[in-house]
Every structure is written in structure tokens, then in C-alpha cells.
């Protein structure tokens, strides 16, 4: 299992394309991100950028190249919008699930047969939308006992309330390694996260994925976020404490009491960077939420840049090092990840 350390080469990184980002769903929006005709979401993945776009309310996900002749068929460099898939350089399209080509007769109909745009598979747990290359299973069967938990949330989202698109300067499993632990916490996030006094909580896995939940031992915190309950609406997915699920291998979702969501990816891109997405989802409510939920936001963020600065530490500190690593029981969602990534990595040598 020496890739799981290999923080620096290329190889390893086109191999981990291979094993764990084709074969297996990745989590790409929530379903009101594509609410009309035209929205997309741009992923940047292993460094192509990936269009999840709604073509007259069918979604379909691709990779942003123009079948032609390799122009992007978006170029604005927005992460999201509303756009017409037109491609800059000759003008192909894409609308209502097939290719408009100009000066179509110059073309060998013959040779137009299997032209396509490049597509990934689309799958939903409720509505969140999920998306792979060529999956070895279901998404029902990857996500195992946390699809009914998952398809609870992503029917109480209200909407996104913030994209947080920045990089880690350090390779994907230092940052995602870094959130599959709380041990952190005291040390990394004083002012942000640790005032809520975590406990150490209880981690359960299934399979490839895992939650941690752990209780709000702040008492004043606690009683703070027990009395919001009635701002939300009847129904939505509530729990009394502070959970995180981790979806193998790039995703996380976490939440406070479910009155927030942060649903990150920790995508690869090369191999001494990470292209990180939190979006930021509020759920159902009844009464005004505004002044709550630019709080969320802004502590969200503030909590990822803590983790940005020490992760970048790392991959610096690394470099040429082989150094064996010890794991506590906090740290074991690690030492399960790098159990599961040997075995598909493995798969693929
Ligand atoms: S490359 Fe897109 S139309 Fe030619
Ligand atoms: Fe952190």
C-alpha cells in the first residue's frame, strides 16, 4: 500500500484516476443548483473539468469538450451558470440530448454515427446528484446504510447558500485525511469549531464509508442550537449533535444539529494540489434565517482555511520524507481509508 504516501508523483495520481475516480460515484450538486433549463456546475477532477448541465430538465454530465475537435464548450471559468452549450470554436451544440452541427452535410454522415459528448453516468439519491465514469456498482449499493440517511438530507435542503471553490496546495489524501479526523480540532480550529467542546463521539462504519457523531458538550452552544429547532420546518432531518459521513473515496458531508450542511469534495488534481468544493446548504425553514445562516458561512470558511493552512504545512514538511505515521482511535476513519484505497489501488497494478 506505498501509494497511500506517495504525496508527489504523477503515476500515482494517474493510476488513483483509474481505481478510485472512474470506477465509483462522486458527489457533484443538489438538484435545485439545476433548477432551469441551461444551469450547470463545472468540477474540476484530476484537472478536466466536468459539466453537470440541465438540457430541457434532463441532466446529463460530461466531460467540457467539444467531441469535435477538443475546444471547451464552456470557457467562461465560472463554477456555475446558466448558459447555452455552444461550442466557441465552430459553433457545435448540444440541446435536447443531441448535437447540432453546422454545416452538417460537409461532414460523412457515416462518421457522425457514434459522435457523442463525452458522458459520465448520473445517478441521484434523492436529490443529490451523483456522477461516474464507468461504475462498478449502483449508487445505492456504494453508498450502502447512509442512503436513506442521505436521501432524508437532500430532501430537507432549502438551497445552496454558498460555494467555497479553492485549492489545498497538498496532495488530496493529505486534505482529505486531515477531515477524516477531529483530533485536530483544539489545536487547528480554537476559535471556530473547538468552542463547541466535541466529544470524542462515535464513529461507525458500513463498508466503505463511515459517520462520526459526537455531542455538543458546550453546554450554552448546545442550548443555543436546541432552541432554533423551531425555526426549521416540520420534518426536516434532525439529530441533537455534530455529525460527519464520509463517502469513499472523495466526499463529506457535515452537519451541526442538520440545520446546515457542508457537502465537500476533496477531487485530485495534481499531484501536490487538491481542488476542494464545499457547498453550503440551509434546509427548510419557517421563520427568517438570513443572520443565521451568514454566520454558517462565514465560520464555514473561516474552518476550511485552518485546515488549508496546516495541510499545505504538511505537504511541504513531506517532501523526500519516509516517515512511519501512528494513528489514535480519532484518527481510525484514516487507517480504514488507506485500508480500502490499498485494496482498490491493488486491484489496479
Ligand atoms: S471544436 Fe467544437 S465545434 Fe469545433
Ligand atoms: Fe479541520
Same mark, same amino acid.
Given at each position: ?52 448541465? &440541465?438540457?430541457?430538465? !434532463? ?140 466529544? &470524542? ?7 466503505? &464509508?463511515?459517520?462520526?457523531?459526537? !455531542? ?24 441533537? &449533535? ?108
Amino acid at each position: 500500500m506505498k501509494n497511500v504516501r506517495d504525496y508527489f508523483s504523477a503515476d500515482t495520481l494517474d493510476m488513483e484516476e483509474k481505481a478510485l475516480f472512474e470506477p465509483f460515484f462522486h458527489y457533484g450538486c443538489h438538484r435545485s443548483e439545476l433548477s432551469q433549463n441551461g444551469s450547470y456546475v463545472k468540477l474540476s477532477c484530476f484537472g478536466n473539468d466536468i459539466i453537470i448541465y &440541465n438540457d430541457n430538465g !434532463d441532466i446529463v454530465c460530461f466531460d467540457n469538450i467539444c467531441p469535435h475537435r477538443g475546444a471547451p464548450f464552456l470557457c467562461s471559468g465560472e463554477n456555475e451558470g446558466c448558459e447555452k452549450l455552444r461550442c466557441p470554436y465552430h459553433g457545435w451544440q448540444y440541446e435536447n440530448g443531441r448535437l447540432v452541427i453546422p454545416n452538417r452535410s460537409q461532414f460523412k454522415e457515416s462518421e457522425l454515427q457514434d459522435v457523442d459528448i463525452l458522458r459520465y453516468e448520473v445517478a441521484y439519491c434523492g436529490d443529490f446528484v451523483f456522477f461516474s465514469k464507468a461504475p462498478l456498482m449502483r449508487l445505492r449499493e456504494q453508498l450502502g446504510d447512509f442512503y436513506e440517511t442521505l436521501e432524508k438530507i437532500s430532501v430537507s435542503i432549502e438551497r445552496k447558500i454558498d460555494l467555497n471553490r479553492t485549492s489545498f496546495a497538498s496532495n488530496w489524501k493529505i486534505s482529505l485525511e486531515n477531515a477524516l479526523e477531529n483530533y485536530h480540532v483544539p489545536s487547528v480550529h480554537p476559535g471556530t469549531l473547538a468552542p463547541l467542546e466535541l466529544s &470524542n463521539g462515535e464513529i461507525v462504519f458500513d463498508g466503505l &464509508n463511515s459517520i462520526w457523531i459526537s !455531542d455538543i458538550r458546550n453546554q450554552k452552544a448546545f442550548r443555543k442550537l436546541e432552541r432554533l429547532d423551531h425555526v426549521f420546518e416540520d420534518g426536516i432531518y434532525r439529530r441533537d &449533535n455534530y455529525f460527519s459521513i464520509y463517502l469513499f473515496p472523495f466526499s463529506m458531508i457535515s452537519s451541526t444539529f442538520g440545520y446546515s450542511y457542508a457537502f465537500q469534495s476533496f477531487f485530485p488534481d495534481m499531484p501536490g494540489s487538491t481542488s476542494f468544493y464545499s457547498r453550503t446548504y440551509s434546509v427548510r425553514s419557517r421563520l427568517d434565517t438570513e443572520a443565521f445562516y451568514n454566520s454558517v458561512k462565514s465560520v464555514n470558511r473561516q474552518i476550511f482555511d485552518e485546515d488549508i493552512r496546516v495541510c499545505n504545512m504538511l505537504q511541504k514538511a513531506l517532501k523526500g520524507k519516509e516517515i512511519r505515521f501512528v494513528y489514535n482511535e480519532l484518527e481510525k476513519r484514516i487507517v480504514n481509508f488507506q485500508k480500502n484505497y490499498g485494496r482498490y489501488m491493488e486491484d489496479e497494478q
